[in-house]
């Protein structure tokens, strides 16, 4: 009997992913994968993980890994491709690692128009260190450190990390916003994403709205319909700065 070949990206020694029951990240990453076999290109990509539930992710994938300090992934990742443009250089963390201490990194990076591409989960909260509020933080959701719900008044409104970087990139930039909630599309927009940075085009962003049912305290009904009818709400999904549309 043929059996359908394991695709080469898949570590298939690994066993299963660390991260929590429920958690995102691994419908992420599947996602990921799955578009590193389609365009070939396990042997010459270089994965960058950041601080926090992203580092999981060290050993996820047979592909070149590099951890870096919080916040710094960005950086890192700029500096491999300068210093060997033929790698395909991709950047994954978290919304703390992203809006947060690595922030200026983004903003900078994004207003070079670096030939990278950045992979960030936003899922409203600092997972890792036990729930508190993030950048992402809605407005009145509860955390570790907003017992009463986030008080925009006393911290401020929730990040939009991708209209920040798709007001600051310039031409040829490409810029998205999935979700875990549909993987095709979010396929869909990290293929872009890579292969934007493949052709050379530019700085290379997707954000990835995600489930953290152990720090939400939710069921799976409950993280589910907190993910596709409260998040997107105010993160709206879809393509936000695509090369050739004027946008």
Known sequence: MNYP??????????????FCPGCGHGIALKALGMVIDELGIQD?????????????????FNVDTIQTHHGRT??????????????????????????????????????????????????TNYGMT???????????QKTET???????????YPTLGPEMVAAIAREGAYVARGTVANL?????????????????????????????????????KETWDFIENTMTQYFKVGELKVPGKGE
């Open 74 to 123: 960005t950086p890192v990742i700029t500096g491999i491709k300068r210093a060997n443009p033929e790698l395909i250089t991709i950047a994954y963390m978290g919304d703390g690692g992203g809006y947060a201490i690595g922030s200026q990194h983004l903003v900078n990076a994004a207003a070079r128009n670096e030939k990278i591409t950045v992979i960030l989960i936003n899922n």
């Open 130 to 140: 036990g729930g508190q509020m993030a950048p992402t933080t809605l407005p009145g």
């Open 146 to 156: 907003t017992p009463y719900g986030r008080d925009v008044g006393e911290t401020g």
């Open 184 to 220: 095709r599309q979010l396929k869909g927009f990290i293929k872009k994403a890579i292969e934007n940075q493949m052709a050379g085009n530019g700085f290379s962003f997707v954000e990835v709205l995600s489930g953290c049912p152990t720090n939400w305290r939710t069921n799976a």
């Open 5 to 18: 070949q394991i695709p080469k990206s898949w570590n298939i020694e690994s066993k299963p992913h660390k």
């Open 44 to 60: 010459k990509t270089v994965f960058g993980v950041d601080i926090g539930c992203s580092l999981l992710a060290w050993d996820f």
